[in-house]
């Protein structure tokens, strides 16, 4: 918050009271009262005060604030400040005029436009040309072409050419790529498979005690697994998780105790409860 009092918050250069300062002055004084006693009264510092009495003006901060001053001390001594406050005329703020400092040539405007428009074909070519790259050379797409010979061998009767088959639609479109973060395992290599139907805690061990896998996995998630990859499994919340061994649905009833389900799992994949 800016404060009133300070030296640099100056009043309009219209504002002047004349008179009032000494009629406050001697109003205080006939009532008895020091500038220390008013100042606590009405909390206002004892320097402004003097200001007021002294009609220094300069001294004080903005007119709106020095006006409410001059009420709260006129009001303190019982004396009508009105006729005083209406002496003061305040300057209207002239509104801003926008001036232009500067030209632009018009050959400037055009330069700036051309820039623009090359910037973008720049752009443009950068993204464009990789995707192009990227298409022309996706697998399945015919990219060997038949060459004819130059060398022209006359015969007796000549043969017209059998025209090359043309390929259909459906045959030219590439096959759609399924993109996926995570290592993609064929069925027929996978021996264990986990099936998330709810958020399930899962932790993977190897043969050898190494950590494969350990958090939580979301609902609808599968985990797939090849043979001598898994030594030992444990799964949080196993009501919720299917387990298949070699495509078949295994009933974790014999592994699991209190929705936690415990699995050793062979080198040819078959599962055998965790020994206590």
Avoid at 178 to 193: D, F, G, I, N
């Amino acid at each position: 918050m800016t404060d009133p009092y300070r030296s640099d918050a100056r009043p309009d250069a219209n504002f002047h009271l004349q008179g009032c300062g000494a009629m406050l002055q001697l109003a205080r004084e006939s009532s008895g009262l020091s500038l220390e006693s008013v100042s606590s009264q009405l909390k206002i510092p004892e320097r402004a005060l003097k200001s007021i009495e002294a009609e220094d003006w300069q001294q004080l901060g903005a007119p709106v604030f020095v006006r409410g001053q001059l009420r709260s001390y006129a009001r303190l001594l019982k004396v009508d400040m009105e006729p005083y406050l209406q002496q003061d005329q305040f300057r209207a703020v002239p509104v801003a005029e926008l001036v232009s400092h500067g030209h632009v040539p018009r050959y400037r405007r055009m330069l700036d436009g051309v820039a623009k428009r090359a910037v973008y074909v720049v752009i443009t070519a950068a993204i464009a040309v990789p995707v192009w790259l990227a298409v022309q050379k996706q697998p399945g797409s015919d990219s060997s072409q038949t060459t004819a010979s130059l060398d022209v061998v006359p015969t007796a009767n000549p043969v017209a050419p059998e025209p090359a088959p043309v390929a259909s639609p459906a045959s030219a479109q590439p096959s759609p790529y399924l993109a996926s973060l995570a290592p993609v395992v064929r069925a027929s290599e996978s021996v264990l498979t986990l099936r998330m139907s709810a958020d399930s805690w899962v932790q993977v061990q190897a043969p050898d005690g190494s950590r494969v896998e350990q958090g939580i996995v979301n609902a609808g998630e599968l985990r797939s697994y090849k043979a001598g990859e898994v030594g030992k499994v444990v799964l949080g919340n196993a009501a919720a998780v299917e387990v298949q061994q070699a495509g078949s649905t295994v009933d974790m009833t014999t592994y699991q105790r209190a929705n936690v389900a415990r699995f050793t799992v062979s080198s040819d994949g078959s599962l055998a409860p965790v020994s206590n």
